[in-house]
Structures are given as C-alpha cells and as structure tokens.
C-alpha cells in the first residue's frame, strides 16, 4: 500500500493558476506556468481589429472567440522585441504587465473558474515613430489544462 501511494505521489502532476494574472516567469516566451501540457491544435480564438495604425494613434483590439479564463498579450517586432505599450479598457477583466518595459505587456486580471470571458478589448499604443510590422502574440488559458501558448496572433502595419 505504501508504494501505491509513493508511485501515485511520483505521478501526480502539479498545476498551478494564476487567477490575478500571468507571472512575470511567463514573459520571455508567453507560457503559463501551469504545469500542463500545451495545446498543438488550432486555438478557437482570434485577435480582431485594423490591420494597420498610424504611429501617433492608439490600437483598439479584441481577443475572442470560445470562453476563457486567462490571457497574455504582446506585441512583438520582427526581431521578437516587445514593443509598445498596452492601455487597459476593461479594468475588472485586465490589467498591465512590465515584462522588458513599461505596460507592454497585457493580462488577465481576477480569473474565476465559473465565470469565464468570451472576448477582451484592449488598446495598444506604438512605440513613437515606429514604423513597420508588428505581431500580436496571445496566449489563451481555457482552462487550466487546456492553454495555447504565443497560437493567437495578429499582423499590424504601423505607419
């Protein structure tokens, strides 16, 4: 009985979530810390909005599609810099993270199992005078099992 119990002990796979918001650990490459396996198949959500952006104007953007608990949000230059800056639109829902800057990076804030989104606005500011591509890369926790990490992501020209 005893070595039941360590072998299940051994097998057990421990899965941590992060109901406030992403862990700063999850910033280089966007991967909850939960301790599960990552989705490989096609997320059931999307990042929609322009397709383009002046570099003195604000973004206005929405992840949705089916519910989910948590997010993260970047934007990312074509060497894999984060860039910009994020301003929260539903401050019950979202809140700013400083990852290689200040509030470029966007998460989940006061995730409840129960209560999940069906989508998110947020707004994006470009760093001044940028000019060129940019791509937003979220990743989705539907549960905290079920997550796509960097899947969800959306071209951007700034002008």
């Known amino acids: 009985m005893f070595r039941l119990l360590v072998l ?9 979530g992060y109901s ?42 929405t992840l949705g599609g089916d519910e989910f608990l948590g997010f993260m949000i970047q934007a990312r230059d074509g060497q894999n810099r984060v860039v910009g800056q994020f301003q929260v639109v539903d401050s019950v829902h979202s809140q700013t993270l400083d990852c290689s800057g200040k509030d470029d990076t966007i998460t989940h804030l006061s995730a409840q199992k129960g209560k999940p989104l069906t989508g998110i606005t947020f707004e994006w500011i ?3 005078g940028y000019k060129g591509n940019v791509k937003f890369m979220a990743t989705v926790v539907q549960t905290g099992f079920v997550y796509w990490v960097g899947r969800v992501t959306k071209d951007i020209d700034v002008e």
């Open 8 to 16: 299940a002990a051994c097998l057990a796979i421990s899965v941590h």
């Open 20 to 61: 406030d918001g992403a862990p700063k650990a999850a910033c280089r490459d966007l991967t909850p810390q939960h301790g599960a396996k990552l989705q490989v198949t096609k997320p059931p959500y999307s990042i929609s909005g322009p397709s383009h952006v002046r570099s003195d104007q604000k973004l206005t953007l």
């Open 126 to 128: 470009p760093p001044a």
